[in-house]
């Protein structure tokens, strides 16, 4: 599954008028709470992540156009909204060839932290 190229996903959903697929992977904060993240892409085509915490929280961070089709830029700083009202943003490093990403982030209420998708 490791090898899944997100542009080929994307490249057959568009062929087959949308599809959903997502990939997971995990992180922690600072002070050691662990995260999961899951990068998603949905049938409308658009495309983010979603960081979850043991602790009951969940941050969305959702690509813009521009960033989505950009194919050259391996980071992007992308916005984060929480499901407790906390803001963010998140630092990713995105590698397309292999379908990774690489997520720092940092959280209006003082959470700092990473996960790896991939």
């Not at 992977?25 to 990068?39: D, H, K, L, N």
């Not at 602790?55 to 700083?77: D, F, K, Y």
């Amino acid at each position: 599954m490791k090898a899944i190229n997100v542009v080929a996903v994307a490249a057959t959903c568009v062929l087959l008028a949308g599809c959903e697929a997502t990939r997971g992977g995990s992180g922690q904060t600072t002070t050691g709470e662990p995260v999961v993240a899951e990068i998603w892409q949905d049938a409308s085509l658009r495309q983010g992540f979603t960081i979850t915490s043991v602790n009951g929280w969940q941050c969305i961070g959702t690509l813009t156009n521009e960033q989505r089709n950009n194919v050259s830029a391996s980071v992007v700083q992308v916005p984060l909204k929480c499901s407790n009202g906390v803001t963010g943003t998140s630092l990713v490093s995105i590698d397309r060839l292999k379908s990774e990403a690489d997520i720092n982030f940092r959280l209006s209420n003082g959470i700092v932290g990473n996960a790896e998708i991939g």
